[in-house]
T-cell receptor, first 115, second 114 residues
Framework: KQEVTQIPAALSVPEGENLVLNCSFTDSAIYNLQWFRQDPGKGLTSLLLIQSSQREQTSGRLNASLDKSSGRSTLYIAASQPGDSATYLCAVKAASGAGSYQLTFGKGTKLSVIP | DTAVSQTPKYLVTQMGNDKSIKCEQNLGHDTMYWYKQDSKKFLKIMFSYNNKELIINETVPNRFSPKSPDKAHLNLHINSLELGDSAVYFC?????????????FGSGTRLTVV
């Protein structure tokens, strides 16, 4: 059974710092990995999707890497801003049998960027 | 244009009542999902529907019944609501296929059972 772990559970940094969020998964037979952002009381916004054949994806100040064989992904945020404060969720897509797919989430990292 | 829309956004109801949450997607995806986010913010799959057919049914009480009239809609009916059903319920959609297809989530329905 796929399990996704995110470390740290919470992180507080001063504005302007670069930071790294970590995600690990137990079964490397994944199709892709998605990083989401969730603001308090809001839904999930997809930030980056990395296919299993890719090593990294970039969007603006965000860079996500994937090491499928070791079951790890990192989300790098450059020059953090107070507006980056949110919970960041990592999720992996894998086969769940009978031709279907399932997205399994980690418990998230709650990021606070202090002005 | 909202890609995945859920209604209502908030739902407060008494124990024992029956309620429904509606979900619609305009992305042309062939698979829709219901996820539950508990008080500890952990997201867990409940149901998956592909082309109106139930694919995944995790260990969810049978008081919960998903209904998909067509591949753009997936509704969640909950009978005899209990206090422990209080959570945020998210609808999502995706296209069947491997790596290039991600998931799109709705904004959630916060259910409070009193």
């Amino acid at each position: 059974k796929q399990e996704v772990t995110q470390i740290p559970a919470a992180l507080s940094v001063p504005e302007g710092e670069n930071l790294v969020l970590n995600c690990s998964f137990t079964d490397s037979a994944i199709y892709n990995l998605q990083w989401f952002r969730q603001d308090p009381g809001k839904g999930l916004t997809s930030l980056l999707l990395i296919q299993s054949s890719q090593r990294e994806q970039t969007s603006g100040r965000l860079n996500a890497s994937l090491d499928k064989s070791s079951g790890r992904s990192t989300l790098y945020i450059a020059a953090s801003q107070p507006g980056d404060s949110a919970t960041y969720l990592c999720a992996v897509k894998a086969a769940s049998g009978a031709g279907s797919y399932q997205l399994t989430f980690g418990k998230g990292t709650k990021l606070s960027v202090i002005p | 244009d909202t890609a995945v829309s859920q209604t209502p956004k908030y739902l407060v109801t008494q124990m024992g009542n029956d309620k429904s949450i509606k979900c619609e997607q305009n992305l042309g995806h062939d698979t829709m999902y219901w996820y539950k986010q508990d008080s500890k913010k952990f997201l867990k799959i409940m149901f998956s529907y592909n082309n109106k057919e139930l694919i995944i049914n995790e260990t969810v009480p049978n008081r919960f019944s998903p209904k998909s009239p067509d591949k753009a809609h997936l509704n969640l009916h909950i009978n005899s609501l209990e206090l422990g059903d209080s959570a945020v319920y998210f609808c999502a959609s995706s296209q069947t296929g491997p790596g290039i297809f991600g998931y799109t989530f709705g904004s959630g329905t916060r259910l409070t059972v009193v």
